[in-house]
């Protein structure tokens, strides 16, 4: 009795984005060292694992977050941003030292709101990003 074809990936995708910008919550943005943000992505099923890199040369943003725009390959469905059907896990971390934040993806949009003081990102330093999330509701 034959049982690959009911264990084998019928959607299995890996991919890059790119185009991403970083705002301030009250204004203002990050210019971005080597082009922008990276970003790289797994696509298995309705399962979507990111990584995110960036590092900013300059930082003018404001308020108490800020947000990395069109950064997700697939867009979340609408919903409640702490929705744990498509949210699974955010981590952020500096590279080089310094705090943990937190972070969500906005269903219905491809944005990430990191939940930290955009001025405490300074130039240069390495910001990294893991994000699973599901694109449909199970």
Sequence with gaps: NDTADA?????YEEG???????????GGSMTLNYG?????YVKI?????????????TNTATGSHFTINNVLPFVPPSGNSTDPYYVIS?????L???PT?????????ANITVWY?????????EVALSVVYRTTHS
């Design 7 to 11: 264990n084998s990936l019928d959607d």
């Design 16 to 26: 890059k984005t790119t185009g991403a910008t970083i705002t301030g919550g009250s």
């Design 36 to 40: 922008g943000v990276a970003s790289k």
């Design 45 to 57: 099923g309705d399962m979507v694992f990111v990584q995110i890199y960036f590092r900013p040369s």
């Design 90 to 94: 955010t981590t952020i971390s500096f």
């Design 96 to 98: 080089n030292g310094g």
């Design 101 to 109: 934040m937190h972070a969500n993806a906005a269903g219905g949009t």
């Design 117 to 125: 003081n955009p001025a405490s990102v300074s130039a240069g330093q």
